[in-house]
T-cell receptor
C-alpha cells in the first residue's frame, strides 16, 4: 500500500491556462475526495466520488472546475481558464467503504500546489 | 448546516507545558469527529478519531481528545508539549449519515523552547 499519491506536486501556470491534477487513491478505497486549501485556512470540500460516480459537488465550485474518476480508480481535477484566485493547495483523499475496512477517516495525499501568475 | 469551530487560530505553549486545542461542532446527532495534523508542505495526517465508542480517545504522539456531547466539544490535549509538535491542527466532522468531511479553519501550534 503506497498511500494516496498526487501529481504534479507543484504547478505554476499563467492566468487563462488550463491545468489538470491527478490523484491515485489507496487501492481498494472506493471513495475519493478533492479539497482545496488556501494559506491559513482549513481544507475546503470540492467534490467526492464513490467508485466512478460523483456523488456531491460543492455549490461554491465554479463551472471552470471539473473532476472525473472514469474507472473508479484514479481521478483527475481540471481547472479551465485559471485565475489568480485559484492559487491554492489541492488535496486528494480516499477512504474505504463500510464493511471493507472503513475505519471512518480520510487518508490524504501530499497535495498539488497551484500558483497562477 | 454542519460546521466545526476551532477557537484560536494560533496557540503558543512552552516546551513541556500542557497543550489544549479547542474544537466545537454543530450537530444534533453525534457525528464522527477527527483531529488531523499538518506539517509544512505536507498532507494531513490523522491524529485520532471519535466514532461513537469510548468518549476519551487516545491518538498518536501522546495526544488525546474527549468527546463531550453536552458541550458539543472535542478538544485536543497533550500533557507535555514537544518541539516536534509545532504544526497546524485541524478538527473535522463527518456528520452522521453522510460521507462528507467538514474541516475547521485550523490552529497553528507554536512550541517555545
Amino acid at each position: 500500500d503506497t498511500g494516496v499519491s498526487q501529481d504534479p506536486r507543484h504547478k505554476i501556470t499563467k492566468r487563462g491556462q488550463n491545468v489538470t491534477f491527478r490523484c491515485d487513491p489507496i487501492s481498494e478505497h472506493n471513495r475519493l475526495y478533492w479539497y482545496r486549501q488556501t494559506l491559513g485556512q482549513g481544507p475546503e470540500f470540492l467534490t467526492y466520488f464513490q467508485n466512478e460516480a460523483q456523488l456531491e459537488k460543492s455549490r461554491l465550485l465554479s463551472d471552470r472546475f471539473s473532476a472525473e474518476r472514469p474507472k473508479g480508480s484514479f481521478s483527475t481535477l481540471e481547472i479551465q481558464r485559471t485565475e489568480q484566485g485559484d492559487s491554492a493547495m489541492y488535496l486528494c483523499a480516499s477512504s474505504a467503504q463500510p464493511g471493507q475496512g472503513d475505519t471512518g477517516e480520510l487518508f490524504f495525499g501530499e497535495g498539488s500546489r497551484l500558483t497562477v501568475l | 448546516a454542519q460546521s466545526v469551530t476551532q477557537l484560536g487560530s494560533h496557540v503558543s505553549v512552552s516546551e513541556g507545558a500542557l497543550v489544549l486545542l479547542r474544537c466545537n461542532y454543530s450537530s444534533s446527532v453525534p457525528p464522527y469527529l477527527f483531529w488531523y495534523v499538518q506539517y509544512p508542505n505536507q498532507g494531513l495526517q490523522l491524529l485520532l478519531k471519535y466514532t461513537s465508542a469510548a468518549t476519551l480517545v487516545k491518538g498518536i504522539n501522546g495526544f488525546e481528545a474527549e468527546f463531550k456531547k453536552s458541550e458539543t466539544s472535542f478538544h485536543l490535549t497533550k500533557p507535555s508539549a514537544h518541539m516536534s509538535d509545532a504544526a497546524e491542527y485541524f478538527c473535522a466532522v463527518r456528520p452522521s449519515g453522510t460521507y462528507k468531511y467538514i474541516f475547521g479553519t485550523g490552529t497553528r501550534l507554536k512550541v517555545l523552547a
